[in-house]
C-alpha cells in the first residue's frame, strides 16, 4: 500500500499488506504515517469504509471513494445524500418581503451533514 503523490510524481510512504491482514487496514495505518490535513485521499470501493472515511475527516483532510452497487446500502445513502441537497439547492430561491432598492433577499438552503448515517431505506432528515 502506497501514499503516491501525483504533482512530483512519487511514492511519500509505504506499507507492506501483510497475507494475515489486508488494504483497508494498511490504508489506516499509512494515513497514521503521512497525515492526510488538507490533502485528497482517493481509493477503490475496498476502502469505501467508515472508520477510514472518519479517519480522514478527524485529520483535516477530504476523500473520494469509490461505491459499488454490489453493497447497496452505502451506494443507497449516497444517492439519497445528492437528492436532498439537489431538493435543498431547489428551494434556496430568494424570498423577498417587497421589491425596490435597499430590499433584502433572504435564502434558506439545508444540507446534509456528511458524518450522519442512516439505516436504508431511511427518510433524510
Do not use: W
Not at 21 to 37: D, Q, S, V
Not at 64 to 91: C, Q
Amino acid at each position: 500500500m502506497a501514499a503516491f503523490a501525483p504533482a512530483v510524481g512519487a511514492v511519500l510512504a509505504q506499507v507492506r499488506v501483510d497475507s494475515k491482514t489486508n488494504e483497508h487496514k494498511a490504508a489506516l495505518e499509512l494515513l497514521g504515517i503521512i497525515p492526510p490535513a488538507g490533502k485528497v485521499v482517493t481509493g477503490d470501493a475496498i476502502f469505501c469504509q467508515r472508520d477510514l472515511a472518519k479517519q480522514v475527516i478527524e485529520a483535516g483532510g477530504h476523500y473520494v471513494l469509490v461505491a459499488k452497487d454490489n453493497h447497496p446500502a452505502p451506494v443507497v445513502d449516497i444517492e439519497g445524500g445528492f437528492a436532498f441537497e439537489a431538493a435543498a439547492r431547489s428551494v434556496a430561491a430568494p424570498t423577498s418581503p417587497g421589491t425596490g432598492p435597499g430590499v433584502r433577499s433572504v435564502r434558506s438552503v439545508g444540507h446534509l451533514n456528511g458524518q450522519e448515517s442512516r439505516a436504508p431505506g431511511e427518510a433524510h432528515p
